[in-house]
Nanobody, 115 residues
Framework: EVQLVESGGGLVQAGGSLRLSCAAF????????MGWFRQAPGKEREVVGG????????YYADSVKGRFGISRDNAKNMVYLQMDSLKPEDTAVYYCNLVPPRGSWGQGTQVTVSS
């Protein structure tokens, strides 16, 4: 059973940084592409970006390109989202999942960016 546990969110001022972590269980992490997603209040969940199973390839939504970076540690079954130059519009609950998404979503981690 796929289990995903996100952490690292919090309240930060605009222009600040946060690093989110995602611990993955219940599947072969090292051979799975992973992604980060977010859902703002009143909006649908959207893709933030993703990373290939090896970590060699990443992609990002235009809204975060150049500010966010995704990395992974296959030895630890962890995927990370480094968020820099945060903007108030980045406020959302952030989730990780496989690409394409599979199983139940984790509880997510709240990121709030104040102006």
């Amino acid at each position: 059973e796929v289990q995903l546990v996100e952490s690292g969110g919090g309240l930060v001022q605009a222009g600040g940084s946060l690093r989110l972590s995602c611990a993955a269980f219940g599947f072969t992490f090292s051979s799975s592409a992973m992604g980060w997603f977010r859902q703002a209040p009143g909006k649908e969940r959207e893709v933030v970006g993703g990373i290939s199973w090896s970590g060699a390839f990443t992609y990002y939504a235009d809204s975060v390109k150049g500010r966010f970076g995704i990395s992974r540690d296959n030895a630890k079954n962890m995927v990370y989202l480094q968020m820099d130059s945060l903007k108030p519009e980045d406020t959302a609950v952030y989730y990780c999942n496989l690409v394409p998404p599979r199983g139940s979503w984790g509880q997510g981690t709240q990121v709030t960016v104040s102006s």
